[in-house]
């Protein structure tokens, strides 16, 4: 794609980024609807943010995306955040609107396209993890009204300010469980690992007690490097349908391309970009 003086550019901001997959799939979408747009990753410097996302609404950028560690550090120099950004407290997508900023949080619309299928409302879930994916999750989950939802995580405070915050906005029976006691839960409907347990370059895997698992299960797995880890290898022999972080990879980054665009992005493009990337 040749760059002109009339090209617009879209960024994603984190530290280190080398390793992100946006580019690939934002490129490829933007060729794919034949855009004079490019998308391009940048290294920023903790203490460059400020002025990073200050000067933005004097440009015209076409928009950024945010990742570690910068997400929530981002949010004092924008006018509104959504819904989701704010419960969070973490922002991956700002749009330039006019001479305004606005954050987003599309890792929650990402996670619901995962789910697309299972009736919530009547589902048990255990969600593994309290960091930033698995908060978004848990709020998915409970802004779709799960029935029963309880999360385990190494460090059991986060987990339970999660619950809390949550408890304060939804109704849903939410509660903390340990590790060690995951085998008291008997079959879930959803299980979802939000750690890094299991990713390539992390020697330890996630190791989910069989008697969770059975066929009615859908395991979810937010890692997508490798695609199938131990854990789904494992639901699926008991009979479960598993799904791994792709689909949550490329929703979340086709959500930030309609808030940027207004087009309807070609989201089995941006999908094959990032399997041919993998
Ligand atoms: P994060 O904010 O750093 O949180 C990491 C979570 O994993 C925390 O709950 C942490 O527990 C737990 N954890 C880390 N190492 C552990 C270990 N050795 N044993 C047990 N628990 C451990 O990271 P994140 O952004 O939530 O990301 C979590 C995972 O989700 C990563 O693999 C990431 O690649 C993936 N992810 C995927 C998508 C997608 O679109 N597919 C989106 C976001 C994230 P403590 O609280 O005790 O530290």
Not at 159 to 187: W, Y
């Amino acid at each position: 794609m040749e760059i002109k003086g009339s090209t617009r550019i879209a960024i994603v901001i984190g530290h280190p980024i080398k390793h992100s997959m946006s580019p690939v799939m934002h490129n490829r979408a933007f060729r794919h609807l034949n855009m004079d747009c490019s998308y391009i990753a940048l290294d920023i410097k903790p203490e460059g943010v400020e002025y990073f996302v200050k000067g933005l609404r004097y440009t015209n950028i076409l928009g950024v995306n945010v990742t570690i560690p910068h997400k929530t550090a981002v949010i004092p120099y924008l006018d509104e955040l959504s819904e989701e950004a704010s419960f969070l407290k973490a922002v991956n997508t700002i749009k330039i609107n006019e001479d305004k900023l606005i954050g987003y949080n599309t890792d929650v619309y990402g996670f619901e396209k995962c789910l697309e299928g299972i009736d919530v409302a009547s589902s048990s879930a255990l969600l593994i993890g309290a960091g930033g994916a698995g908060k978004a999750v848990a709020y998915t989950l409970c802004k779709l009204n799960i029935k029963r939802l309880f999360i385990t995580n190494r460090t059991e405070e986060k987990a339970k300010d999660l619950i809390r915050s949550l408890t304060n906005l939804f109704k849903g029976e939410i509660s903390f469980i340990p590790f060690g006691k995951l085998e008291s839960l008997g079959i879930m409907d959803i299980i979802v690992n939000a750690t890094p347990l299991g990713m390539e370059g992390i020697k330890e895997d996630l190791d989910v007690p069989s008697s969770l698992i059975g066929k009615e299960t859908t395991a979810i797995d937010l890692v997508y490097n490798p695609p199938k880890t131990k854990f789904l290898k494992i639901a699926e022999n008991l009979g479960a349908k598993t799904l791994n972080g792709i689909k949550m990879l490329v929703y979340q980054g086709a959500e930030s391309f309609k808030i940027w665009t207004g087009i309807e992005p070609p989201v089995e493009i941006m999908e094959e970009a990032i399997k041919g990337y993998l």
